[in-house]
């Protein structure tokens, strides 16, 4: 799965803080959790928007998932191709310091 983050939580401090919405973290083990668009693998690079199970409904599956979920992130934006996406070589297969911001 490649997923596209829309948005980040963090936890307030406590046992019992709140999650509040952030725009940035230096760290990904600061998010509580983050919400994102998933894409299936279709072939080798390409990633389809809609995901097969949900073909028939033409609906896009959007996720909320914890910090140690998240693997890494790419070294450049994958490519537009209508809803899909396709992820380059070099952006997948370089190694990198990932930087966590969304805007």
């Known amino acids: 799965m490649l997923g596209k983050i829309l948005t980040m939580y963090t936890r307030s401090g406590g046992k019992n803080g709140k999650h509040a919405w952030t725009n940035s973290i230096t760290n990904i083990m600061q998010a509580s959790y983050l919400a994102v668009q998933a894409f299936e693998n279709m ?10 199970d949900l073909a028939m409904l033409q609906a896009k599956q959007f996720c909320l998932i914890p910090p140690t979920s998240f ?3 790419l070294h450049s934006a994958p490519k537009a191709n209508l809803e899909n ?3 380059s070589q070099t952006s997948s297969s370089e190694s990198f310091t990932p930087k966590y911001r969304r805007s």
């Open 43 to 52: 072939v080798g690079s390409q990633f389809r928007a809609i995901p097969q």
């Open 85 to 87: 996406l396709v992820v």
């Open 71 to 73: 693997l890494c992130a």
